[in-house]
Nanobody
Framework: QVHLAESGGGLVQAGDSLRLSCAASGLAFTTLSMGWFRQAPGKEREFVAAITWNGDNTFYADSVKGRFTISREKGKNMEYLQLNSLKPEDTAVYYC???????????????????????WGQGTQVTVSS
């Protein structure tokens, strides 16, 4: 069973930056693709960013392109999301997620589908004040 643990959320002002981290454990000798979703009150969970298991490919939602950067430690199940130029509309609970290593490869067509993602963290709150 894969366990995901996020950290790094908080309360910031518009224009500030935050860095979220996520550590995955539970699968030895396997490097996972990883990603981030977010869910604001009263809204559906939405895709934010993802990175493939080898770090070769990254994907972003249009709403965060140019402001957020996803990265990972090479060869490890550890990922980061750098959030810059934060806006009040970025306020949400941010969830770390990972697909099963036995599932389909991440592509730009499937990365935003919740069905692709099998494992989820508990979430970390990001609040951006205006």
């Amino acid at each position: 069973q894969v366990h995901l643990a996020e950290s790094g959320g908080g309360l910031v002002q518009a224009g500030d930056s935050l860095r979220l981290s996520c550590a995955a454990s539970g699968l030895a000798f396997t490097t996972l693709s990883m990603g981030w979703f977010r869910q604001a009150p009263g809204k559906e969970r939405e895709f934010v960013a993802a990175i493939t298991w080898n770090g070769d490919n990254t994907f972003y939602a249009d709403s965060v392109k140019g402001r957020f950067t996803i990265s990972r430690e090479k060869g490890k199940n550890m990922e980061y999301l750098q959030l810059n130029s934060l806006k009040p509309e970025d306020t949400a609970v941010y969830y770390c997620a990972s697909p099963s290593p036995y599932g389909p490869a991440l592509t730009s067509q499937n990365v935003g589908s919740l069905a692709v993602w099998d494992y989820w963290g508990q979430g970390t709150q990001v609040t951006v004040s205006s």
